[in-house]
C-alpha cells in the first residue's frame, strides 16, 4: 500500500502523482472559480455518490456503493456496468475519491471491481479505505500502484494534482467521535469550477474554521440533505454555499427534501440526472 505521513513542520501539502499531475493552462486558484472555464457536470449516482465530468476530466465520489444500505439506495446494475466499461457519460475516469468508510458511502466488493476494471484510474483515500481494500484480498499488488493512502490531520490540507486535476482532502469529523471513522471533506477543481463534498460531516462553525473551510469561496456545494431544513446546520450552509448553486445528497429514495427558503438546493431524483454548472 502506498502510505502518505504528514510532515510535522508543514500545514500545506501538495503532491504530484505522475507525469502528467498538472494544475493545467487554466492556472487556477485554491477556493476561486475561472470565468472563462468550460464549466462542469454533476451526475447523480445514488446516495452521495457523484462523478464529475469536465474539461475532458472525471472524477467519481463516494460512487462505489452497490448494495442498498438501510434506507439509502445503491447504484443500479446498469449504471455500474457502464462505469466499468467506461460507456457514456463514464469515459474519463481519473480519480477516485471516498469520504469515509460506511457503507452507504463506500463497499470494498465494489471498490476492488472498480479497480481491476479501471486500471488508468488513481484513487486517493483516506488509510482506512486504503486498509479496507487491501485486508485479505489476493490481488491487492495488481493494484497497489493506484492507489495512495492518506491521513491528514486537523487543520491540514493534503493537496494533489492528478491528472491536470486539483483535490484537496480535509478531516472533517463525522460526529463527536472524531475518528469514527474518519471522514474527509473535498475540495476539487474540475473544468474551471471549484467544488466541496463534505461526506457526512458535522460541520459545526469550529470544525469548518479547523479545516480551513471558513471565508473560502466555492462553485458549487454538494452537502447532505438535512443540512436544509435546521438552524443546527445554518454555519456549514453559510461557509460552504456554492456561488453557482448548492445540491442536496444523501436523502432516501421517496422522502422528501426539507427546504430552507430561499437559497433551497438543487436536488437528484434518479440516476444518471445530471446538473450543469
Known sequence: MSQWTPPKASRWIVLAIGLAGTLGAAGLTRGESSAAAPGVDVV?????????????????????VRVPYLEYGAVPDEVWEKLLRGEAPFERLDLVLVSHAHRDHFQVEAARELLLARRETRWVVHREVATAIESGWTRWPEVTGQVTAVAPVDGERAAY?????EVELLRLPHGPARSMPENLAHVVQIGGRTLVHVGDARASREDLARAGLQGRRFDVALLPFWYWGSPTWSAALDALAGRLGSVALHRPPGDPLPTRGEGSPHDFSRPLERLHY
Open 161 to 165: 494534482r492528478v491528472a491536470g486535476l
Open 44 to 64: 447523480f449516482l445514488a446516495n452521495e455518490g457523484v462523478y464529475l465530468t469536465g474539461g475532458e476530466r472525471g472524477v467519481l465520489l463516494d460512487g462505489c
